[in-house]
């Protein structure tokens, strides 16, 4: 018999008991290269790169939902400088938002107080605090004749709360909750061993998007949510790479996701297709592509942030903004031991006093080196200026 619509076992199969020898190949694939990716930069180095990457997840996070806002925008919002216009300023606050609660994110997992990234209380917060300085405009849900305002990390409950997302119908607003808690429990990382969490963060992805909680914001929390699920997993590599990148653009072209996710809405093809509600066939389609487009992400940035090139990048740097050639060298050894003391630029640079001060400030005033305090060491800063020199390919869809 057909399993009834509105029991939460309609997002069956959530996991498998026995993974392909395919997407196992993955894993390990994508385990030890992250691995490789996290060691290859002083940790200083690697948290200053961390916040670049915030800001370009953040890019394809937008790009994803049709908002299109530049590097510099959002380099902008989070000095809280936002436009006049609208809806560019609502961007802007999406944008600002959304690298806030990644770091946020990562915080806590530094800190080992992140929760469960499954849970309900994870998901809401993840809602609520994406929402959290979201203008009414931002809030006003329109659907048909039955528009509403949306209550940040509140689940969808009424009737005016039934959405339609292209062909899929999800979960009916008033069994949300059942489903969520369902959700919960089948996607709980702590009971699972490390191949089954890097299995279930791709799985997920598509299982909440498919119940769809939340009125508006959910592929955000979906991408939110699979970034910490990665950390949880041991694949984050100190946040040096981005599934929102992978997923803005493809693996052979920007309309694979959604292309991928429609196709894991279909239903169980017969009876060699799983046993559960939802086509077991399509789920593993779906988490082979997530994974290959995991391994393919960190594959690129491990090229991009490989030592010997991102040196040499940084020399290229100092001749184009016009920089004394003593400037390289005090960014490489920062590049190398992640902070330097302000006193070693004259041995560094090899000048005197007077002239390496100089040097160094002019690095500083570039914005390429910054100090927590006036007198503090120095470190990199990645900021939109020196990034589009440094990183050319990072925000680009070509």
Same mark, same amino acid.
């Given at each position: 018999m057909p399993l009834s619509i509105e029991t939460p076992s309609r997002?069956?199969?959530?996991? @498998?008991?026995?993974?392909?020898?395919?997407? $196992?190949?993955?894993?390990? *694939?994508? $385990?030890?290269s992250s691995e490789r990716?996290?060691?290859?930069?002083?940790? %200083? $180095?690697?948290?200053?790169l961390?916040?670049?990457?915030?800001?370009? *997840?953040?890019?394809?996070?937008? @790009?994803i939902e049709g908002h299109n806002t530049k590097p510099r925008d959002i380099e902008r919002a989070l000095a809280n400088d936002l436009e006049k216009d609208e809806l560019r300023r609502n961007f802007q606050i999406e944008a600002r938002a959304h690298v806030g609660l990644q770091r946020m994110i990562d915080e806590r997992y530094a800190t080992g107080n992140l929760s469960e990234p499954a849970s309900i209380e994870f998901l809401c917060w993840l809602h609520r605090e994406?929402? /959290?300085?979201?203008?009414?405009?931002? @809030?006003?849900?329109? *659907?048909?004749? %039955?528009?509403? /305002?949306?209550?940040?990390?509140?689940? %969808?409950? %009424?009737?005016?709360? *039934?959405v339609s997302v292209g062909r899929h119908i999800p979960t009916a607003s008033d069994r949300v909750g059942v489903f969520m808690r369902y959700f919960e429990q089948r996607y709980r990382l702590a009971s699972m061993g490390k191949g089954a969490q890097i299995f279930a963060m791709a799985a997920s992805h598509h299982r909440l998007a498919y119940i769809h909680p939340f009125p508006d914001g959910n592929g955000r929390v979906s991408r939110l949510m699979s970034h910490a699920m990665g950390l949880t997993a041991g694949i984050g &590599?100190?946040?040096?790479?981005?599934?929102? /990148?992978? @997923? &803005? /653009?493809?693996?052979?072209s920007r309309q694979d996701y959604k292309n991928k996710m429609d196709y894991a809405d279909t239903p169980r093809q017969g009876d060699l297709d799983g046993r559960g509600n939802l086509s077991q066939k399509a789920l593993l389609d779906f988490v082979s592509w997530f994974l290959q487009v995991c391994v393919d992400q960190v594959g690129f940035m491990s090229g991009l942030f490989e030592f010997e090139r991102l040196a040499e990048r940084l020399k290229g740097y100092v001749e184009s903004q016009g920089l004394k050639p003593e400037a390289f060298f005090i960014l490489e050894r920062v590049l190398i031991q992640g902070e330097m003391p302000r006193g070693e630029a004259e041995r560094i640079t090899g000048l005197k006093e007077r002239s390496a001060r100089m040097v160094l400030s002019s690095l500083i005033n570039d914005g390429i080196l910054k100090s927590a305090t006036p007198k503090g060491p120095v470190s990199l800063h990645f900021g939109s200026a020196s990034i589009e020199f440094l990183f050319p390919r990072l925000f680009t869809e070509n």
């Open positions: 997002i069956e199969p959530c996991l @498998l008991e026995s993974i392909p020898i395919g997407i $196992t190949d993955l894993i390990a *694939n994508l $385990t030890a990716l996290a060691s290859r930069l002083h940790p %200083r $180095t690697a948290s200053s961390a916040e670049m990457v915030r800001m370009m *997840n953040c890019y394809y996070s937008n @790009l994406f929402y /959290r300085d979201a203008p009414e405009s931002m @809030l006003w849900i329109e *659907n048909g004749e %039955r528009g509403f /305002r949306m209550e940040p990390g509140v689940f %969808r409950s %009424r009737a005016e709360h *039934n &590599a100190s946040g040096l790479w981005s599934v929102s /990148r992978g @997923l &803005a /653009r493809g693996l052979e």
